[in-house]
């Protein structure tokens, strides 16, 4: 869903010229929708690098991190070349004689590779964090409208972001597209970046941030703290990718 909405809204044809700005919207839309698609069923995490950051963080096993991270590869694949299939393959020629290849994240040329790989960091780290708000407890009451704070939130960083790496924060959103474009110039920064940012994130909101609390009197009070950070049930907190 990811791959195959967020990316048809990246095609320059149809006699239709995109933009960063309608490029951000429409991968915060897709977001939207396949959290209130799937969050019932498995968590909607569509991202590699936010399971490792549920993991971390307690949210999922490992048996179950392992197979989402399986299944987001999967479904990243299968997505672009679903796309693909059912647009035209000139558009995809054409944006390959235009620089880079459709849909592929790439940093802009006047980056370093430092400068880019520390760029993917902040926004997979600012995305994850703001995970690790959804998932702690504390905010369990403030869930209802996760859905449409997140399509915020992935459209500002996307906007933010696109102009300087592409804002991928996702390694199976740059993969899908750089195997089927054959296109793969700085590929690693985006499997690095977004997986020190949400190691690095989660780590400090799980060790300083999240609270623990010693008897039911604390968790009446206005901390409504958790007993333990011990593993939690998927489908019992919001999990948003």
């Known amino acids: 869903m ?12 149809f006699d239709n010229v995109t933009s960063n700005i309608s490029r951000g919207i429409t991968f915060g839309m897709v977001v939207m929708m396949a959290f209130i698609t799937f969050s019932a069923t498995s968590g909607a995490i569509i991202n590699p690098v936010v399971s490792l950051a549920a993991y971390i963080f307690g949210t999922l096993s490992l048996q179950l991190t392992i197979l989402y991270i399986v299944a987001q590869f999967a479904g990243a694949l299968c997505g672009y070349g679903l796309l693909r299939a059912v647009t035209p393959w000139q558009y995809y020629q054409q944006a390959l004689e235009h620089g880079n290849a459709h849909c592929v994240t790439v940093p802009h040329p006047s980056l370093s590779s430092g400068m880019a790989l520390a760029v993917e960091i902040l926004l997979t780290g600012m995305l994850v964090w703001t995970n690790c708000g959804v998932w702690d407890p504390r905010n369990k009451k ?30 199976a959103r740059s993969l899908a597209p750089a195997i089927w474009n054959h ?11 977004p997986t020190i940012g949400s190691i690095l994130m989660v780590t400090i909101y799980r060790y300083i941030f999240l609270q623990k609390c010693s008897d039911t009197s604390e968790m009446m009070s206005p901390c409504n703290c958790h007993h333990d950070t011990g593993k939690q049930d998927p489908h019992s907190s919001k999990i948003v990718p």
């Open 2 to 13: 990811l791959l195959f909405g967020g990316c048809m809204a990246s095609i320059d044809g």
């Open 183 to 193: 296109y793969y110039e700085g590929l690693w920064i985006y499997f690095a970046g």
């Open 142 to 171: 403030d869930s209802d409208s996760v859905p449409v704070k997140f399509a915020f939130l992935i459209a500002g960083l996307s906007i933010a972001g696109g102009p300087i790496t592409g804002a991928s924060m996702n390694p």
